[in-house]
């Protein structure tokens, strides 16, 4: 059951993480005047932001479990 509802919580931290990330790109690019983008996906994001948004997921992901190693020893 522990670990079930540890990889529940991984997953919630991961949509929101990649959920902020797209927040963040979006009003970015609202504030500097750059939308909407030609074959942007909804007429904001590209298919490289997609990618860095699952990079950036990865990294928390992976902090978050070094975290835990550590608070275990």
């Known amino acids: ?3 079930m509802k540890s990889k529940f919580y991984v ?3 991961a949509i929101v993480v990649f959920a902020i990330y797209l927040l963040l790109v979006w009003l970015i690019r609202l ?3 750059m939308l909407p ?3 942007g996906i909804f ?3 590209k298919e490289h ?4 948004a699952f990079v950036v997921v ?10 835990k190693r550590k608070e275990k020893k």
């Open 1 to 3: 059951m522990d670990t």
């Open 11 to 13: 997953a919630v931290i």
């Open 31 to 33: 504030s500097t005047g």
């Open 37 to 39: 983008i030609e074959d």
């Open 43 to 45: 007429g904001v994001f």
């Open 49 to 52: 932001d997609f990618i860095i």
């Open 58 to 67: 990865g990294f928390v992901i992976l902090a978050r479990s070094r975290q």
